[in-house]
């Protein structure tokens, strides 16, 4: 499975865009992009998946570059309720196998 | 309800005792997953199965640490001789298939004194 690197943390304010990029070098051909969110004291929550170019859904919107090398997940105008830790993984689209987490990037909004 | 349960939701135990946590999936979910996770730290991968079976237990961190899933249903974390090191909370979800789209438990935190 791929490893995913991304920001430890990040801080932002009420109403702007957030994006928050993860690189996956090592990406296989089959595998899919995949975020989560966590709140505290909750587990993680599936935000949204891609395999290339956009993806859009009510929550969010993931970006994937022709070479799949990283995605950048976007958050727009964010507000209080979107302070989280999010998590960017590589999931096997070829196979079951098991699916990792990575230590996730720390967002924090600020009024 | 619609959702992955677990329980008990607090557990605290006492250093060299046995405990068991249990994950009741989502009915109809194929794929279920342990993960425990300590403060600070993204959720690390314990084992998952795919049916009744164990599809990969690498994650288990030393033979104190089991898991059944007897029915292809509801699965059984089994800890035993608790150390203080195993305090963390331990996450379960279940998925239909190999989709990616995990739909987790409110977790179980365990506390070893």
């Known amino acids: 499975l791929a490893k995913t690197t991304q920001p430890i943390s990040m801080d932002s304010y009420e109403g702007q865009e957030v994006n928050i990029t993860c690189s996956h070098n090592?990406?296989?051909?089959?595998?899919?992009i995949t975020w989560y969110q966590q709140f505290p004291s909750q587990g993680p929550r599936f935000i949204i998946q891609?395999?290339?170019t956009k993806v859009t859904n009510e929550v969010a919107s993931l970006f994937i570059p022709a070479d799949r090398k990283s995605s950048t997940l976007s958050l727009p105008r964010v507000s209080l309720s979107d302070t989280a830790v999010y998590y960017c993984?590589?999931?096997?689209?070829?196979?079951?196998?098991?699916?990792?987490f990575g230590s996730g990037t720390r967002l924090s909004i600020r009024p | 309800g619609a959702g992955v349960s677990q329980t008990p939701s607090n557990k605290v135990t006492e250093k060299g005792k046995y405990v068991e946590l249990r994950c009741d999936p989502i009915s109809g979910h194929t794929a279920l997953y342990w993960y425990r996770q300590s403060l600070g730290q993204g959720p690390e991968f314990l084992i998952y199965?795919?049916?009744?079976?164990?599809?990969?237990d690498s994650g288990l961190p030393n033979d104190r640490f089991f898991a059944v899933r007897p029915e292809g249903s509801v699965s059984t974390l089994k800890i035993q001789r608790t150390e203080r090191g195993d305090s963390a909370v331990y996450l379960c979800a279940s998925s239909f298939g190999n989709t990616g789209e995990l739909f987790f438990g409110e977790g179980s935190r365990l506390t070893v004194l």
């Open positions: 993984l590589v999931v096997s689209g070829s196979s079951a196998s098991k699916i990792i």
């Open positions: 199965f795919q049916g009744t079976g164990a599809a990969d």
């Open positions: 891609g395999y290339k």
């Open positions: 090592n990406i296989a051909t089959n595998d899919y």
